[in-house]
């Protein structure tokens, strides 16, 4: 046999092998997590903790938005506070918030209005008020879209280390209201959450930017809330902060649910290209193989040795293709995400989507975020000198999540 096809055979056989192991991996930890859950919820009931502060960053009105919102209010978490930050001071979500916060008088809460201009990064620069009003020892930074179950914060902390630097969470997409949400699902759930469990169990978590509990003193010590300036996005400077002292990004023990309603296709492909672009900027050397993930690379490559052998094309690749989707079907039905029959027909076209998508991200800087183009640019800081990252171009500079 040729050497270039056995090597193609190689391949896709250690991606199948990769895939499965990566599903395997993820089911284990989540069945070790239930274990715990029973075994222990006497012991979490009691245990107080230390005040935490969570900080909401805000921007308009969004699907589901009041009941994500309102979600932080309900937690079984004895002391904690809830800061609420709006760049925009006629933002149509502020009476929104200022209800919630008078339908809940026994929680803590405040809205704080502003923003500053530490890096070109919106969400940032309406995050940095939020941390400086707030002064309890814990503080989670939470995007206005993460719904937030009743063990929210115990969660959290639970996941928290000796060797610990930051907790985070990944989102996993629930209530899509049409087929392009089922499509964002599948890229949020059985492949992206899925590969940061699995990259967390082997202790090569990265952040992600919708729920991230940090250690005060940690992050002051780097710098304050203003040294996650020094990268395009605030969780790319979060986890290379984190790794410069020698400590571990860990994710929570299961993804935090973020409801989704209704999606547009370029609103979801938009959305995939900025996290690609984004990913390619700031962690380049892990960006690169991601071009041979997703079920085409593999599946490709049966057909080409296939057809080179005299092999009937369908029968070779129909049963890779089986065991590739059915182990996702697999991994959600277990960890309770949406997959449906539309599910599998999502799948296919998320991996047909995904070698575009890693190509693209090469084809430019630019990316369109909540409706605004924007580009990858870097600025100087007046007040050092030092180069800062800037997200630069048309946009109103409103921050959301």
């Excluded at 190689?10 to 991606?15: E, I, N, R, V």
């Excluded at 995904?354 to 693209?360: N, Q, S, V």
Aim: hydrophobic share 50%; net charge neutral.
């Amino acid at each position: 046999m040729n050497p270039l096809i056995m090597l193609g055979g190689a391949f896709a056989c250690l991606a199948l092998a990769a895939h499965l192991a990566s599903i395997a991996v993820v089911l284990l930890r989540f069945r070790k997590d239930d274990c715990i859950q029973d075994d222990c919820a006497q012991d979490r009931a009691q245990d107080v903790g230390a005040p935490v502060s969570i900080l909401r960053p805000v921007c308009g009105v969004e699907n589901f938005i009041e009941e994500t919102l309102e979600s932080a209010f309900v937690l079984d978490y004895p002391r904690y506070e809830i800061v609420f930050c709006v760049a925009d001071k006629d933002d149509p979500v502020i009476p929104m918030v200022r209800r919630l916060i008078a339908a809940y008088p026994a929680v803590e809460a405040r809205l704080l209005t502003g923003h500053a201009d530490v890096s070109g990064n919106p969400k940032l620069n309406n995050l940095v008020k939020g941390w400086h009003d707030s002064r309890n020892p814990w503080a989670i930074m939470a995007d206005s879209n993460v719904l937030m179950p009743r063990d929210y914060i115990r969660r959290m902390r639970s996941a928290w280390r000796a060797d610990t630097g930051l907790v985070c969470s990944p989102p996993v997409g629930a209530r899509p209201e049409n087929f392009w949400a089922e499509l964002e699902c599948m890229f949020l759930n059985t492949y992206q959450a899925r590969w940061q469990c699995f990259a967390d169990s082997i202790g090569l978590a990265f952040a992600q930017g919708k729920s991230l509990l940090w250690r005060r003193d940690l992050l002051d010590a780097a710098g304050g809330i203003e040294a996650l300036a020094r990268d395009v996005a605030e969780d790319a400077a979060a986890t290379k902060i984190v790794r410069a002292k020698g400590l571990r990004v860990r994710l929570v023990s299961r993804p935090f649910v973020q409801p989704l309603g209704y999606r547009r296709a370029m609103e979801v492909w938009n959305r995939q290209l900025r996290w690609a672009r984004l990913r390619r900027r700031t962690f380049p050397w892990f960006f690169l193989p991601e071009l041979s993930v997703g079920a085409v690379p593999p599946l490709a490559l049966a057909s080409m040795i296939a057809i080179s052998q005299g092999w009937p094309v369908i029968a070779t690749i129909v049963p890779l293709a089986l065991a590739w989707y059915a182990a996702e079907a697999c991994l959600a039905r277990a960890a309770g995400w949406d997959f449906s029959l539309r599910s599998i027909l999502a799948c296919i076209l998320r991996d047909l989507l995904l070698p575009l998508l890693w190509l693209w991200a090469w084809a430019g800087n630019n990316f369109e975020w909540r409706g605004n183009l924007m580009t990858v640019a870097f600025a100087t800081a007046p007040e050092s000198g030092a180069a800062l990252p800037r997200l630069a171009g048309e946009t109103d500079g409103r921050p959301g999540g």
